[in-house]
């Protein structure tokens, strides 16, 4: 199971990881056009901070086959480390999987509502596909449905094309897909530092606290 951070910021993924173990980042456009600096410098940073273990996708803007296959390869060139291009799952965009694929250029294909979406790309190539499970709901589907027909087709036909589980509004949300089997998650900062979080879990710790020191002359550390 694996998490990464969905964002940019590299001082908040730095901050982030001295306690989550992170597994990586993604980043779109939408999120890259939010963020301090450049595109070009925000996708620098993270891709000089991760490490060889961490992985990092970035999606291209372009929407014609000749354009992303030029973009996804500038993208390769100027970073000094592996990454897994973000393509839209279209026409142009499966074309431009199958021909990154055979050039050993990795893609993540981005986009997927549905199931069939889902085959698609695995049968282009695509080394993942991110199903986006709240926009999903939001569209009147049902992301539980669409998670576990997608994860029952790979093992069924044998795709090694992992799903990377994107757009999470609740850690609800988070938790049914790894029920579904789902190998990898890409969840917003604000859903990361909710991960641990819990109102209770502060309470009880305190009254160990205050417990120890009523008992301790005021102590509280031992030994
Ligand atoms: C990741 O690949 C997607 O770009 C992202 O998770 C979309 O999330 P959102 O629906 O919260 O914008």
Same mark, same amino acid.
Request: proline residues 2%.
């Given at each position: 199971?694996?998490?990464?951070?969905?964002?940019?910021?590299?001082?908040?993924?730095?901050?982030?990881?001295?306690?989550?173990?992170?597994?990586?980042?993604?980043?779109?456009?939408?999120?890259?056009?939010?963020?301090?600096?450049?595109?070009?410098?925000?996708?620098?940073?993270?891709?000089?901070?991760?490490?060889?273990?961490?992985?990092?996708?970035?999606?291209?803007?372009?929407?014609?086959?000749?354009?992303?296959?030029?973009?996804?390869?500038?993208?390769?060139?100027?970073?000094?480390?592996?990454?897994?291009?973000?393509?839209?799952? &279209?026409?142009?965009? /499966?074309? +431009?999987?199958?021909?990154?694929?055979?050039?050993? !250029?990795?893609?993540?294909?981005? =986009? $997927?509502?549905?199931?069939?979406?889902?085959?698609?790309?695995?049968?282009?190539?695509?080394?993942?596909?991110?199903?986006?499970?709240?926009?999903?709901?939001?569209?009147?589907?049902?992301?539980?449905?669409?998670?576990?027909?997608?994860?029952?087709?790979?093992?069924?036909?044998?795709? &090694?094309?992992?799903? /990377?589980? +994107?757009?999470?509004?609740?850690?609800?949300?988070? !938790?049914?897909?790894?029920?579904? =089997? $789902?190998?990898?998650?890409?969840?917003?900062?604000?859903?990361?530092?909710?991960?641990?979080?819990?109102?209770?879990?502060?309470?009880?710790?305190?009254?160990?606290?205050?417990?120890?020191?009523?008992?301790?002359?005021?102590?509280?550390?031992?030994?």
């Amino acid at each position: 199971m694996k998490i990464l951070m969905d964002g940019s910021d590299a001082d908040v993924f730095r901050q982030l990881n001295e306690y989550l173990p992170l597994d990586g980042v993604t980043t779109n456009p939408s999120i890259l056009a939010k963020g301090k600096g450049t595109a070009e410098e925000q996708v620098l940073q993270l891709a000089d901070l991760l490490d060889k273990q961490q992985t990092l996708h970035v999606q291209v803007v372009s929407s014609k086959y000749e354009r992303m296959i030029e973009e996804a390869k500038r993208i390769s060139e100027a970073l000094s480390r592996d990454v897994f291009i973000k393509i839209p799952v &279209s026409p142009d965009g /499966l074309k +431009a999987v199958r021909s990154l694929s055979e050039e050993g !250029i990795r893609t993540t294909v981005t =986009g $997927v509502y549905t199931t069939m979406q889902a085959v698609m790309a695995a049968k282009a190539g695509a080394a993942y596909i991110a199903p986006y499970i709240n926009r999903i709901d939001l569209a009147h589907g049902d992301s539980e449905i669409v998670i576990s027909q997608i994860v029952q087709t790979y093992r069924t036909y044998g795709f &090694s094309t992992k799903v /990377l589980a +994107a757009s999470f509004k609740n850690t609800r949300q988070v !938790i049914s897909v790894m029920e579904a =089997g $789902v190998e990898e998650v890409t969840l917003s900062t604000d859903i990361l530092k909710n991960l641990i979080h819990h109102k209770e879990t502060e309470k009880s710790m305190e009254a160990f606290t205050e417990d120890f020191a009523s008992r301790f002359e005021n102590r509280n550390e031992m030994f």
